[in-house]
């Protein structure tokens, strides 16, 4: 048995999304910028995906920008924020210690141009709370933007509260809500978030694709020139079948989606049951404010590449943390702003199942992981000066 436990990471296309997809991939090829009928229809196809999404998180269709991804979502919703506070002289921008790197270093990028960024503690149980944000925001504070759920540990956001807040102050909110469209309740309106950001791949549509949520009113800076798509706000041809893909494979992730997260929140239980079982293990972030499918754990003596390469050859596909970061040696910054120690965050691991998954695979994972922790740590003269107390354990 193989089972793909990575879907933080990228899901499998929909064959729903797939079937959508293909006419705009064969005979409707057209640019739906012409103003023949091969171009209108394809104009008609990016109206009724634009319809679909904004139906799903209940916006306007007016107020969905499509994008190459979720993370030029983020960059375009950070520097829209940015450049409209820049021109009333507000430079302050307020965001966690534990973002996706789409939006640290796009917020490490505005700090050479003059702006001063706060980045909020996430605390040992991965939370940052809306009282912490309020006491953050000064009189030159343009934007603060904070995930709607962690991409490493899952745990998610008072998103809500957080947006009541920067309302009440007059301060522009953006969330990267990437790993909670289509796991989580998502509605724009209900939330009073100003922008809002989501990629196709992470609820089984296909890579490449995202769209940006911007509520009317608030102004939108370009990230791509080139031409009049988007209503102008984003150049390039726009990519059809990967549009019309996002919109059907969203459309199929809410559907029954209280169901579908009733169910993944029962593997993702069974899960942390039975590995915190392993000796000198800890669960990362809050183990109730957290999406249905993500796990994060850390075992201790052991690092994460070698987990990794065992589970695989073992049958799991796993991580230890962000796809984005995977050439990376350095420990994950996620769990380093939780306050773990360099050397237990290096041996982290992120299991992530959705509905595609089952109860066996579940048990698979279940028998896998202590054979290969023990099998490393039996290996590992770090284990060994723990075992012969030559060393303290820290977890």
């Not at 991580?319 to 040696?329: K, N, P, Q, V």
């Amino acid at each position: 048995m193989y089972v793909y436990a990575d879907n933080a990471a990228t899901t499998a296309l929909s064959p729903k999304a797939l079937e959508a997809m293909l006419p705009y991939l064969q005979g409707e090829y057209g640019n739906a910028s012409s103003l023949h009928s091969v171009g209108q229809r394809a104009a008609e196809a990016l109206q009724k995906a634009r319809d679909t999404v904004a139906e799903v998180i209940h916006a306007d269709p007016k107020e969905i920008y499509f994008t190459g991804g979720g993370s030029e979502a983020d960059n375009q919703a950070i520097l829209s924020g940015a450049m409209a506070g820049a021109r009333k002289g507000k430079k302050h921008l307020i965001s966690t210690a534990f973002e996706h790197h789409a939006v640290l270093h796009t917020l490490k990028k505005l700090e050479s141009q003059g702006f001063e960024v706060t980045l909020l503690d996430v605390h040992k149980n991965g939370v940052v709370s809306a009282e912490e944000v309020a006491a953050a925001i000064r009189p030159d504070t343009a934007l603060v933007t904070i995930m709607f759920v962690n991409n490493e540990i899952g745990t998610i956001q008072p998103i809500g509260e957080i947006a009541k807040v920067c309302r009440e102050k007059g301060v522009l909110f953006h969330t990267d809500a990437v790993q909670a469209v289509g796991h989580l309740p998502v509605d724009v309106q209900a939330l009073g978030v100003d922008m809002l950001s989501m990629a196709a791949h992470k609820f089984h549509g296909p890579k490449g694709v995202g769209a940006l949520y911007v509520r009317r009113g608030v102004p939108v800076v370009n990230v791509i020139e080139g031409g009049q798509q988007e209503r102008g706000k984003r150049g390039g041809t726009e990519n059809i079948a990967g549009i019309v893909g996002m919109a059907a494979a969203l459309k199929e992730a809410v559907t029954d989606l209280e169901g579908h997260m009733a169910y993944v929140t029962g593997l993702r239980e069974k899960l942390i049951t039975g590995l915190t079982q392993i000796p000198h293990s800890c669960l990362n972030g809050d183990r109730e404010k957290r999406v249905p499918g993500t796990v994060n754990l850390c075992f201790e003596g052991i690092e994460g590449e070698g987990l990794l390469l065992w589970l695989d050859a073992k049958g799991v596909a796993a991580s230890s943390g962000s796809a984005c970061t995977s050439g990376s040696l350095d420990p994950s910054h996620v769990l380093l702003a939780l306050g773990l120690p360099h050397e237990i965050a290096h041996g982290s691991l992120r299991l992530s199942v959705d509905a595609w998954n089952t109860e066996e695979e579940v048990d698979h994972i279940l028998q896998v992981v202590p054979e290969v922790v023990k099998y490393l740590r039996d290996m590992s003269p770090v284990w060994d000066e723990l075992e012969r107390g030559e060393a303290t354990h820290l977890i």
